[in-house]
């Protein structure tokens, strides 16, 4: 399988931009598709999938939405899979502009994404994000994320969720 990365990512992270910025998100879609198969090659190939993948962040700041959106989506279905120690310097770098997009993107889809793959990052890499220093700012904007479209503030509670679980858990290892 490890040899077939190669061939089967970049058809993956193209399928990822092809989509619709008002897709109902209980429909299934190649692009939905797409991101659920990324997923599940991050979690069998592990580590191995992580330099297929980040390559496809330089679509970040992409003036398309679909590709912004994707490149977010792509990091997002790979944190659950490789070796923390892996991914921590990638989110490191990644979550300022995570941050920024889901304040201010004018898309939709893409703070919905940005959202998502937060809560991603702190559910499987909590230490990352409590010891980054953008964590006030992070928090600033899950709070104001809440206010947003119904889809992004849900995944702003699915964050705010994944810090308590952690932060429950540093402050009872603080008390012991």
């Not at 592990?46 to 990091?75: L, T, Y």
């Not at 220093?133 to 206010?147: C, G, H, I, P, Q």
Request: net charge negative; aromatic share 6%; with cysteine.
């Amino acid at each position: 399988m490890l040899g077939a990365l190669q061939y089967l990512i970049p058809p993956l992270l193209k399928r990822l931009t092809v989509q619709e910025e008002y897709d109902d998100e209980d429909d299934w879609n190649p692009n939905k598709a797409a991101g659920v198969c990324l997923m599940l090659i991050a979690q069998c190939c592990m580590d191995n999938v992580v330099p297929h993948v980040i390559g496809f962040q330089e679509h970040i700041n992409h003036k398309d939405w679909k590709f912004r959106d994707a490149a977010v989506m792509s990091f997002g279905c790979i944190v659950d899979g490789p070796d923390p120690k892996t991914l921590n310097q990638h989110a490191w770098n990644l979550i300022p502009h995570l941050i920024r997009m889901l304040k201010t993107d004018p898309s939709l889809a893409v703070r919905d994404t940005c959202a998502w793959t937060l809560g991603r990052i702190c559910e499987r890499l909590p230490q990352t994000i409590l010891q980054h220093s953008n964590v006030m700012e992070l928090v600033e904007a899950l709070l104001l994320s809440l206010n947003n479209d119904p889809r992004v503030a849900t995944n702003a509670c699915w964050a705010f969720s994944s810090l308590a679980e952690v932060g429950q858990g540093l402050c009872c290892s603080l008390i012991k």
